[in-house]
Every structure is written in structure tokens, then in C-alpha cells.
């Protein structure tokens, strides 16, 4: 199915029958625990006094038909609100006009309940994975700069991003923000049947300044995510432990029964896997367990396999250690002999997603993916 453009869905919009009043019906709705913005359990808020721990602090997520429009509503700890200024690093101010102002809340939709049959990944920046096997094949994000936050996905994802919509024009009322989406954007009407993943992390206003990361090739891309570091900062949340595994989104919606501190914090700082969020869904009955196959690294055996290649993403399965985001691969044919190279753009449970940065057009499902591991050899 051929996807509007984010141009297309506001003119869609524009025309839906909002205007003329059309009736809401509710799909399904999830509430969350309150004050549980800490992540794995032990995040520090950021210090900037503007900032309360219940900005994050996700309360309520439901799903609404209206009309041709899929109405999304989040409910947070704290009423939504101005900043008293909107300045942070740099001396021009920023130009914030979606009426969120704190936040990112990224919604993940899994449309068919076909474990494997969708994607992996996460926006950029969010270090967090799905668990058992489930994918998501669209997804809504809300966040105080639309625009800049696309292009960086689109770099980072390439066509996969056509299935991620960054939602313009967000109404607030309270603690209450809304989306809407026309329905078409997700091939058919919403149903209870469907899963979602809904994350919150602390918005960046700015490009990170990290110029040496980025000219030594180790600069990790993020959609404009706030950080989490070991010691909070004005705007930073605290408490990170050493690595980049750590997930940067510090409260998930999740299943009755779930704790978040165990969910949150299953990420391995050895490995560099990140932790693993299963969806809800309003029906109660999840896709069934997909288990997750090793490779084990031989002498003419790579670590790592393609398992799927997929708008321009390179799924790869096996063992991750010593793997991080951005480091580039080679991807070996049927002789062993190098005929493209993958950038790492996420560690996840059981392997890594990459996208192609030579040879694409020659990268298979079956072929071998080597890292050179630092302090492994040649």
C-alpha cells in the first residue's frame, strides 16, 4: 500500500469530518501507574526547576475512532505547559510550536499480531527493543519538533521511516495531549485486536554538540532525545550506569502484572543489548513467544547472519558482544569474500539492525556479517 506523505495526511486532515462534529467512539485505553518515571527504577529527573518528574510520567494512553480520523490521547502526571524559557545551550531560542514541550512519546503499532512480520527497531536515541519476537508496523510520534525529529529518522531508518508519522498540530488540554491520524495512513481501522508499545523520553531541544564523536565516527544519532548520563544535569536525567545500553526512555505502558524496573532494566551492559518492552493489547491475548537463535562465531563462521533485509533495514541475528551503534560491518558472500557493509544503528536482543552503506542491492538473508571487535585481533 502506498503511504501519504506527512503533507498529505495534514490535507486529509484539514477535510476530515472533525470539523462537522463527527462521533468518537472509543477503540481501547490503558492506564499506568503513577510515578514511575525512573526508568529501570533509579533515574534522577533532570534538574532544570521548569522540569517536574510528572512530565514524564505517563498515566493514560487510549485510542479513539472519529470518523476518518484515529484519534491517540496521552495522559500524563503534570498539566502541559510553557517553559519559562526556550533557550537551553544556545543563545537563539528554539523555535517549539507543537505545543509539547518536555516530552517524547513515541506510540508503536503492531497492525497484523504476526510476530517477525514487521520492524525492530526504535526511533533513534530511545535504546530500548521489543520483546519476544514482536514488531511493529507503524508508528505515531509526538514531540515538540516534528520536522528536525523526521529528518533525523530518515537518516537513520531510510524507507522505513515512511511507516512513522510525527504528529503536527497537537492539542493539549490538562495533563492530555491528542493526535490525530487518518485512519487510511495505517491500512485499515484500528480493532482491539491490535498492539501498541507506548514510550516516554525527555525531549532535546538542540543537536547535541559532541562535534569529536561525530569526526571520530562514534557519534550515536538520536531524534532529538534528552540524555541519560550518571549525574543529572539541567537537562539530563541521572542515574545512568556505565555503557550504552541504558535505555533513554524512562516510562513504558505495559502489560497488567509487568513491573517496569525489571522490564526497563533487562538491557546487558556487556553485550550492549537493550532492554526488551512488550506490547498491549486490548484484547488481552498477545502473538505467541518467538524464541530468539544464536549463531556461535566459528573460525569461518561469523557471529552474526542476515535474517532479513527490508526497505533499505539489515536485520542480522547472532551474538551482539563487543557490537555498538554505528560501527560498520562487512557483510560476506556464499566465498566469504566481502560484498557490502552495514552501519549499526541499534543493539537488540539476539542481534543488531543496520542499514546498508555499500552493496546493498547484494545483501541476502543467509549471507555472514563481520565486526571487528576491538581487542579481538586482526
Not at 490538562?174 to 485486536?193: C, L, M, S
Amino acid at each position: 500500500m502506498r503511504l501519504a506523505s506527512p503533507l498529505t495526511l495534514l490535507a486529509m486532515l484539514q477535510l476530515s469530518p472533525l470539523a462537522l462534529g463527527a462521533e468518537r467512539a472509543l477503540v481501547v485505553s490503558f492506564d499506568d501507574p503513577a510515578g514511575d518515571a525512573n526508568g529501570p527504577g533509579y533515574y534522577d529527573p533532570p534538574g532544570d526547576p521548569d522540569i517536574l518528574p510528572g512530565d514524564f510520567d505517563l498515566r493514560r494512553f487510549a485510542v479513539f475512532l472519529e470518523g476518518d480520523t484515529v484519534v491517540f490521547e496521552v495522559t500524563l502526571g503534570e498539566n502541559v505547559r510553557f517553559p519559562s524559557s526556550m533557550q537551553r545551550n544556545n543563545s537563539t531560542p528554539v523555535n517549539l510550536n507543537n505545543n509539547i514541550f518536555y516530552q517524547n512519546i513515541d506510540i508503536y503499532l503492531d497492525t497484523d499480531q504476526t510476530p517477525g512480520s514487521g520492524y525492530t527497531m526504535c526511533i533513534p536515541g530511545r535504546r530500548v527493543a521489543f520483546a519476544d519476537g514482536q514488531t511493529w508496523e507503524y508508528a505515531v510520534v509526538l514531540t515538540p519538533q516534528p520536522g528536525p525529529a523526521r529528518a533525523v529518522t530518515e537518516d537513520v531508518l531510510g524507507q522505513v521511516a515512511r511507516h512513522v508519522v510525527f504528529a503536527d498540530h497537537l492539542q493539549t488540554q490538562g495533563r492530555t495531549i491528542t493526535a490525530r491520524v487518518p485512519w487510511t495512513f495505517f491500512g485499515g481501522r484500528p480493532t482491539k485486536d491490535w498492539g501498541y508499545s507506548v514510550h516516554v523520553s525527555g525531549s532535546r531541544w538542540e543537536r547535541t554538540f559532541a562535534v569529536v564523536n561525530r569526526i571520530a565516527g562514534r557519534h550515536e544519532p538520536d531524534a532529538y532525545t534528552m540524555p541519560v548520563l550518571g549525574v543529572r544535569e539541567a537537562w539530563t536525567f541521572g542515574g545512568a550506569p556505565q555503557g550504552k545500553a541504558n535505555p533513554w526512555v524512562v516510562d513504558v505502558l505495559l502489560p497488567q502484572g509487568m513491573e517496569q524496573a525489571k522490564v526497563l532494566g533487562s538491557f546487558d551492559v556487556k553485550t550492549g543489548a537493550y532492554a526488551r518492552v512488550p506490547f498491549v493489547y486490548g484484547s488481552g491475548v498477545a502473538p505467541p513467544v518467538v524464541p530468539v537463535a544464536t549463531v556461535t562465531a566459528t573460525a569461518a563462521t561469523p557471529a552474526l547472519s542476515v535474517v532479513d533485509v527490508s526497505e533499505g533495514v539489515i536485520s542480522m541475528r547472532g551474538s551482539s558482544k563487543g557490537v555498538s551503534v554505528m560501527q560498520i560491518g562487512k557483510v560476506l558472500g556464499p566465498d566469504g569474500i566481502p560484498v557490502a557493509k552495514v552501519i549499526v544503528s541499534q543493539v537488540i536482543e539476539g542481534g543488531v539492525v543496520g542499514r546498508a552503506v555499500e552493496g546493498g542491492d547484494q545483501i541476502r538473508p543467509g549471507m555472514g556479517v563481520e565486526f571487528r571487535i576491538p581487542g579481538a585481533g586482526p
